[in-house]
C-alpha cells in the first residue's frame, strides 16, 4: 500500500492539498496497491477516514483498487479551518495503513492572504523606520559627527558607514543624507565614497537580526520597548529602537503566517523553482521593487519570511538579493539629480559599483548557491549571509582603487555651468522627511546667504570711497536677493521642525532660524540705511574729512573681519570662534564710543567737513556698530543662545 505516483515517478496522490470549507477538495485521493512482486492488484478494499474532522466526509468511505491497482476518493472538509489527517488503510489488514494530510481555510483565504501580506509588509517597514528613528535620536548629534570627524581615511570612511547605516536602519537613507552632504558642500567625494560602501554593509545587519527565527516573541520585544519608551531619555530612545523591532517581527510573522496556504499546496514552491530557471527576470523585478520601496532590507525581509516557511530556497533568493542590492542604488542616483556634480559622482559611483559585483555574482549563481550554504544550516540565515558577504566583496574590491576610480569619473561626469540662477538652490524638498539632509542643506544655503551678505558688506565702502552709483544700486538688489533666499529658507526650516527631530536637531533647525535672522538685518541695515547715507553723499556733493573717513574705513575693515570670522565659525559650528565673536562685540562697542568722542571733537574745532556730513557720519558708524551687533549674535546662535543679547 503506497501513496500514488504516475509512471514518470510524479506524486498523484492528493496529499497536502488545500481546500476550503464544505467545498469538496480540487483533486481525489488516489492510493497505490501492488502484491509483492510489484505489480497491481485490482479488487482490493480500502476504507479512508479523517481523524480529527468528525463532519468530514470521505465518497465513498471504502473504495476498491481498479485494474491498475489505483483507488481513489473525493473529500468534502466539514465546517473547520486548520490541518487535517485522513487515514486510509486496507479493510482486511487495517495494521497497513497510509496518512494524509490536507489544510482548509475560508472561503476568502486568497483575499485574505493578499491584506495580511500587504498588512505585515506595511507594520515591517513601519517597524524598520521606528527602529530608525529611536537609533538616530540615541546617537543624537552624534550621526553627524561620525561622518565628519571619521572620513579623513578609507577605512575609517567605511566604518562610519557601517555605523550611519545601522542607525538609520537604511542604506538608502544614509546614501541620500550623504548626496546631501556633498551638494552642501559640507563633505567631499572622495572622503564619502569609503562611507557609501560602508552604508552598504550596514544595512545587511538589520537582515542579520531579521534571520532569527524569534518573531514568536514579537509581541514580548513590543511590550519591552513600549516600557523603555515610556521612560525618560535616552531610555525612551532605546524603547522607540526596541519597539520597532518587535513591528519589524511582527510584520514578519504575519508573512510567514499569510504564506502557510501556498507553502502547504505546494504551488509557491513550484512557482519558484519554474521562476528560478529566469534568474535575469527575477533580479529585474528585486531591483525596482526595491527602488520602488526605497529599502533592500524590506525587499529581503520578503525572501526570508517565505523562506521560514520552506518555500524558497538559497538558490533562487539569490538573484532577488542582488536585484535588491542593486535596486537600493537607485534613490541615491535620482536624489543627485539636482545636486552638485560631487554628489552625481559619489551616486554613480556607487550604482557602478554594485552593478560590477552583481556582474560577478548573477551569471554565476550555481556555484554562489553551493558555497553560500556552507555558511549556516537554516536558509534564512544563509540568505542574510549572502546579503552581507555580498556587500563585503563589494567593499573589499572597489575599497582599493576608490582613488584612481573617482579619477576616471572626475573625467566622465561633464563640469557644470556656472548657474546664474537666483534664489535658493540648496533646498530640495524631497529631503524633508530626511532631516540630517535637510538641515545639511539648509546649512548650505545660510552660507550661501551669508557669502552674498558679506560681499555686499564689504563693497559697502567702495561706494563711499569712489562715489560709485552703479555699485550702490547693484548692492540694493542683492539685498533682494537676500531677502528671498530668508523667506525661502525660513519656510524650509519650519517644514523640517514638523518633522520628528532629535533634541540636538531642534537645537540646529532653532539656531539657523536665529543666524538667517541676523543675516537679513544685517542686509536690511546695508540697503535701507548705508547706501541711503551713500546716496544722500553723492548727490549732496558731501566730503568726509581725511581723518573720519580714515576711522570709517578701519572700523569697517575690522567689521569685515568679525564677518569672516562669524562664516568660518558658521560653516563648522565652531564654538571657539564664536567665543571670539562674543569678545569682539564688546571691543565694537568701545570702538563705536571712541569714534563717537572723536567726531564730537572734529565739530568743536569747526572742521567744515565734519561739519557737513556730521549726520551721515554719526548714522554711518551707529549702523556699523549695529552690523557688528548682528554679527555677534550669529556666534551667540553658534553657542544654542538663540535670544538677542542687548
Known sequence: LSKASDPLGNDISGDKQTGVVKTSLKNPIIVYVTDNNGKPVKGVAIKFKVLNDEKARCIPQIAYTDINGYAKIKVKPGGRTGEFLLEAHLLKNPAKRLIFTYHIFTKKWLLILIIQVIGGFSLFFFGFRVAGKGLTKSAGGGLREIIFRFTQNRISGLFSGIITAFLLQSSTAATVMLVGFISAGLITFMNAAPVILGTAIGTTLSVQLIAFKIYNYSLLIIVIGFILNSLKKPLRYYGQFILG?????????????????????????????????????????????????HSSAATIAIVISLSFQGIIGLGNALPVILGANLGTSATALLASIRGSRESKMCAVENFIFKLITVLIFLPFTGFWTGVLQKTALSTARQIANAHTIFNIVLASIFLPVIKPFGKLLDKIVPEEEKSLMKGPRYLDKGLLNNPPAAIAHTHREILRMADIVYEMFVRTIDVFRNNDKDLMRDIIKRDDEVDTLEEAINDYLTNISQEELTVYQSRRVASLFFVTDELEHIGDVISKSLMVYARKKIQEGFIFSETGFKEIVDFHSMISKNFSIAISALTTFDKELALRLKEERDVGVNIHIKLHNAHIERLKKGLVESIETSTIHLDFIDD?????????????AILGKTSPKL
Open 624 to 636: 556699523l556698530e549695529r552690523i557688528n551687533f548682528h554679527i555677534s549674535n550669529v556666534g551667540y
Open 245 to 293: 523591532f518587535g513591528l519589524m517581527f511582527l510584520g514578519i510573522k504575519f508573512m510567514a503566517d499569510a504564506f502557510t496556504p501556498l507553502s502547504n499546496s505546494g504551488a509557491l514552491e513550484h512557482f519558484f523553482v519554474t521562476f528560478g530557471t529566469h534568474p535575469y527576470l527575477v533580479f529585474f523585478i528585486a531591483a525596482i521593487f526595491t527602488a520602488s520601496v
